[in-house]
């Protein structure tokens, strides 16, 4: 059997946060529909909660930049300050 494996690299831990659905909808009610809608629409529900979370920060992807370091370790360059 195949097992796929999900690397992801966030400035934000959410590891923790399974919220139940009365919590994710109260979450997703204090976005637009458009929002809603497109969060919904990921098939695996930690693409949404990386959505719903850099969308409360306000941290567009395109202010951020990574980088590795020698041994191929990413680290934040540039984003949180500008």
Not at 2 to 16: A, C, M, N, Q, W
Not at 49 to 59: D, E, G, R
Request: charged fraction near 15%.
């Amino acid at each position: 059997m195949t097992r796929l494996l999900r690397l992801s690299t966030s400035i934000v831990d959410i590891s923790e946060w399974e919220p139940d659905p009365i919590e994710w909808a109260t979450t997703l009610a204090l976005f637009s529909a458009e929002i809603q809608a497109k969060t919904q629409s990921y098939h695996h529900q930690i693409d949404a909660k990386i959505q719903i979370v850099s969308l409360a920060y306000s941290i567009p992807w395109n202010s951020i930049t990574f980088r590795t370091s020698s041994v191929g370790k990413p680290y934040l360059v540039s984003g949180l300050n500008g």
